[in-house]
């Protein structure tokens, strides 16, 4: 099946820093999804973006197909911002959204 | 809309215990599916349905696991009997059919966290 990988694992900011987090797949998609996990446990879609580049507020991505890749900006981080980033793909003919292992982020302030 | 609605939040039970996790879609979403996330292997398709009917199981991980989808509304993934290996969080998401950019976007449930003593 389709490899999703996320870089890097892990990462610690000062509050008011920017930063990129990178999801790397294996394979053509029809569906690409960034999704944030807060430390209560909760999934919310961040981004829809399966091409192109898309901005919301201090959040934007960029996805490049052809590349088999996407990137996930954030300024001006927040303690706020803390949680889990996942990366979800989708298969081209599939259904089924794979997920990466995601970015550990936490901003102290 | 409520969005994605699960329950329990929280199941603390012992080996061997039945378990049944239940989960609401929103309104209109024709695609159900239920994820396990565990530290190990992090977030996993167990299965999905479409119009109520299983399309995609490979993912349960063996015959203790069964899912259920007996209308639009509802549905359940029931263990049993259950083992400690089982501990996760189990996570039910939908989503509607259609071209519309919505069509695409999983919605999330808050997630069932288990705990098999």
């Known amino acids: 099946g389709i490899q999703v990988e996320q870089s890097p694992p892990d990462l610690i900011l000062q509050e008011g820093a920017n930063s990129t987090l990178r999801c790397n797949f294996s394979?053509?998609?029809?569906?690409l999804q960034w999704f944030h996990q807060n430390p209560w446990g909760q999934l919310i879609n961040l981004f829809y973006?399966?091409?192109g580049t898309k901005q919301n507020g201090r959040l934007s991505a960029t996805t490049v197909a052809t590349e088999r890749y996407s990137l996930l900006y954030i300024s001006s981080s927040q303690t706020t911002d803390s949680g889990v980033y996942f990366c979800?793909?989708?298969?081209?003919?599939?259904?089924?959204?794979?997920f990466g292992t995601g970015t550990r982020l936490l901003v102290s302030p | 809309d409520a969005g994605v609605i699960q329950s329990p939040r929280h199941e603390v039970t012992e080996m061997g215990q039945e378990v049944t996790l239940r989960c609401k879609p929103i309104?209109?979403?024709?695609?159900l599916f239920w994820y396990r996330q565990t530290m190990m292997r992090g977030l996993e398709l167990l299965i999905y349905?479409?119009?109520?009917?299983?399309?995609?199981d490979s993912g349960m991980p063996e015959d203790r696991f069964s899912a259920k989808m007996p209308n639009a509304s509802f549905s359940t993934l029931k263990i049993q009997p259950s083992e400690p290996r089982d501990s996760a969080v189990y996570f039910c998401?939908?989503?509607?059919?259609?071209?519309?950019?919505?069509?695409?976007?999983?919605?999330f449930g808050a997630g069932s966290r288990l705990t098999v003593l």
């Open positions: 998401a939908s989503r509607p059919t259609g071209r519309s950019i919505g069509a695409n976007v999983l919605t």
């Open positions: 394979d053509s998609v029809n569906n």
């Open positions: 973006i399966p091409s």
């Open positions: 979800a793909v989708r298969n081209t003919g599939f259904q089924k959204l794979v």
């Open positions: 309104s209109g979403h024709d695609y």
């Open positions: 349905f479409n119009n109520n009917v299983p399309i995609d």
